[in-house]
Structures are given as structure tokens and as C-alpha cells.
């Protein structure tokens, strides 16, 4: 028998998305039924797009001396499954078959450790800020890509999952957009976004 979208998609990783491999990742829980998208927002520093610095920190090559926020930072070792830039361009750096360190202390429809049983992607951008219509038809056909060969049921932000220690993507995310976009694809949405 066949896998799941095994046209677009390769041991988790997908196909169309530009691979680069971070060591910040785990097996799963087993019997984890993947069914949760937790969409995140990041810009390294704050505020500044279109550089490498994203990519750095997900393969643990940031230089720490680089920008005095990354004295913040140092040390942490994180990863997402994907990153979609500005422009709507798609990395990726952990198997969507595998756990990536993304979403920390967190809960979401009655199960804790989102890590465990979720998909994270990062937004280039800044909490608060609005993000590119790029950004958004990217979005979509991942979620849709992902709904191929795992059972997304559900999408959140981080805010969403860790409410009072996260607030990314914020309210400059257009949650109804999104929405709009998936129509049909079976997706609960965070209420009242």
C-alpha cells in the first residue's frame, strides 16, 4: 500500500520545502496522533527580516557576540518543523514525522506537551506586526500538504497553547483569513480569534 502523499512528501520531510537539518529534535510519544498545527512568529533580532539568523538558531550555529538580543537568547536550543519567510519561501528543519522543541510548556484540546502531537510553524515577523499575503498562501497549502498525510484537526498560535508566557503570532495574524483559506479542509480554529 501506498503512504499517504508519498508524492510530496519523504519521511516526513516535504518536498517542495528547502531542507536544513537541526539537531533540536526528538522521537515522538509513541501512539502520538498527530493532529495539531501551532503557528508561531519569529525575527532575529526582533524586528530585522530577510537574514540567516532564524536558520542559525534552529541548527545551533547563531553567533551569540552578533547583536546584543542574542545575550537573551544564548545557549537555547530550539527548533520548528517549518519556517516560511516573507516572501513565502519554506524551510525546513525537523521531519514532521519527528517532535521539534517549539511550542515548550503548553496545552491544547485537554492534552499538555504540544510538542508531542503537533506540526510547529514559524512566520518571519513580529508579534503585533501584520504578515504578507505570501505568507498566508504558503501557510494554507502546508496546512493542506500536512492534512495529506497526518490527521490535522486543529490549529493554534503559540499564544493560543501558552497563554500569559507566549503572545506570538499576535494580533497582527489574521486568524479569519486563514480560515477562509483552509474552508473545507476540516480544521478547528482557536474561538474567536
Same mark, same amino acid.
Given at each position: 500500500?501506498?503512504?499517504?502523499?508519498?508524492?510530496?512528501?519523504? &519521511?516526513g520531510?516535504?518536498?517542495?520545502?528547502?531542507?536544513? &537539518? $537541526?539537531?533540536?529534535f526528538?522521537?515522538?510519544? /509513541?501512539?502520538?496522533c498527530?493532529?495539531? %498545527?501551532?503557528?508561531h512568529?519569529i525575527?532575529? #533580532?526582533?524586528?530585522r527580516y530577510?537574514?540567516?539568523?532564524?536558520?542559525?538558531?534552529?541548527?545551533n550555529? %547563531?553567533?551569540?557576540?552578533?547583536? #546584543?538580543?542574542? /545575550?537573551? *537568547?544564548?545557549?537555547?536550543?530550539?527548533?520548528?518543523?517549518?519556517? *516560511?519567510?516573507?516572501?513565502?519561501?519554506?524551510?525546513?528543519?525537523? $521531519?514532521?514525522?519527528?517532535?521539534?522543541?517549539?511550542?515548550g510548556?503548553s496545552?491544547?484540546?485537554?492534552? /499538555?506537551?504540544?510538542n &508531542? &502531537?503537533?506540526?510547529?510553524?514559524?512566520?518571519?515577523?513580529?508579534?503585533g506586526?501584520?504578515f504578507?499575503?505570501?505568507?498566508?498562501?504558503?501557510? /494554507?497549502?502546508?496546512?493542506?500538504?500536512?492534512?495529506?498525510?497526518?490527521?490535522?484537526?486543529?490549529?493554534?498560535?503559540?499564544?493560543?497553547i501558552?497563554?500569559?508566557?507566549?503572545?506570538?503570532?499576535?494580533?497582527?495574524?489574521?486568524?479569519?483569513? %486563514?480560515?477562509?483559506?483552509?474552508t473545507g479542509?476540516?480544521?478547528?480554529?482557536? #474561538?474567536?480569534?
Amino acid at each position: 500500500m501506498t503512504e499517504p502523499g508519498a508524492g510530496i512528501w519523504d &519521511d516526513g520531510w516535504l518536498r517542495t520545502a528547502r531542507r536544513l &537539518d $537541526s539537531p533540536n529534535f526528538g522521537p515522538r510519544p /509513541a501512539g502520538a496522533c498527530i493532529d495539531l %498545527l501551532v503557528v508561531h512568529s519569529i525575527s532575529l #533580532p526582533p524586528g530585522r527580516y530577510g537574514g540567516e539568523e532564524v536558520q542559525q538558531l534552529f541548527t545551533n550555529r %547563531l553567533d551569540w557576540n552578533a547583536h #546584543p538580543y542574542f /545575550a537573551q *537568547i544564548r545557549g537555547l536550543e530550539v527548533s520548528a518543523h517549518f519556517y *516560511i519567510r516573507r516572501d513565502g519561501e519554506l524551510w525546513q528543519f525537523v $521531519s514532521a514525522d519527528d517532535r521539534a522543541w517549539h511550542a515548550g510548556v503548553s496545552q491544547w484540546r485537554g492534552r /499538555a506537551n504540544c510538542n &508531542d &502531537d503537533s506540526i510547529g510553524v514559524e512566520l518571519e515577523g513580529l508579534e503585533g506586526e501584520r504578515f504578507e499575503d505570501a505568507q498566508y498562501d504558503t501557510l /494554507a497549502q502546508l496546512a493542506r500538504a500536512l492534512s495529506v498525510r497526518y490527521p490535522i484537526a486543529h490549529v493554534a498560535g503559540h499564544e493560543h497553547i501558552a497563554p500569559g508566557r507566549k503572545q506570538d503570532p499576535g494580533p497582527g495574524f489574521d486568524w479569519r483569513r %486563514l480560515a477562509r483559506q483552509l474552508t473545507g479542509a476540516g480544521i478547528a480554529f482557536p #474561538p474567536n480569534p
